[in-house]
């Protein structure tokens, strides 16, 4: 079923000009005791859509290792050793500038310049920010249908 990826302000200004599914687990179609929100995103031009899962609480984007080993040459280095405190621990990685792509069923793909967290220890998965990520475009959400609505930038 098709469906318009742009949805309106009251004054009739695009709110969102791409939609895609969320799925509630990083496996498609598994079956988890607490739902998340997963969205795909292509980071630094992968060449491949992951699955990252949308985290308010994180301070930037942050990826399995395997994924920044391959995509570490495409990104501006920001600082020296970083620490990221987590529920898993501390981690001490290396912030970077580089580019993330919201991956639309319909509509545009727009791509967010934003700060990486890589550390090659970090057991947690993919995640994408808050800050410097999900705070510069506008989204929404239809849980009866999981989809995501996002862009364009505020």
């Given at each position: 079923?098709?469906?318009?990826?742009t949805l309106l302000t009251p004054d009739r200004r695009p709110f969102t000009v791409g939609v895609a599914p969320y799925y509630d687990?990083?496996?498609?179609?598994?079956?988890?005791?607490?739902?998340?929100?997963?969205?795909?995103?292509?980071?630094?031009?992968?060449?491949?859509?992951?699955?990252?899962?949308?985290?308010?609480?994180?301070p930037w984007c942050i990826f399995e290792p395997s994924i920044g080993r391959d995509i570490r040459n495409r990104l501006i280095e920001?600082?020296?050793?970083?620490?990221?405190?987590?529920?898993?621990?501390?981690?001490?990685?290396?912030?970077?500038?580089?580019?993330?792509?919201?991956?639309?069923?319909?509509?545009?793909?727009?791509?967010?310049?934003?700060?990486?967290?890589?550390?090659?220890?970090?057991?947690?998965?993919?995640?994408?920010?808050?800050?410097?990520?999900?705070?510069?475009?506008?989204?929404?959400?239809?849980?009866?249908?999981?989809?995501?609505?996002?862009?364009?930038?505020?």
């Open positions: 079923m098709s469906e318009n990826p687990s990083p496996k498609p179609g598994a079956r988890v005791a607490e739902p998340r929100i997963y969205i795909r995103v292509e980071p630094a031009m992968l060449g491949m859509g992951i699955l990252a899962m949308v985290d308010t609480g994180a920001l600082s020296g050793t970083s620490v990221l405190d987590t529920r898993l621990g501390r981690f001490k990685g290396r912030l970077y500038l580089g580019s993330v792509t919201l991956l639309a069923d319909e509509g545009e793909d727009p791509d967010v310049e934003t700060t990486i967290f890589l550390c090659p220890d970090w057991p947690g998965g993919n995640f994408v920010g808050y800050q410097g990520f999900l705070d510069r475009f506008c989204s929404g959400l239809n849980p009866n249908q999981n989809r995501f609505y996002f862009g364009p930038f505020c």
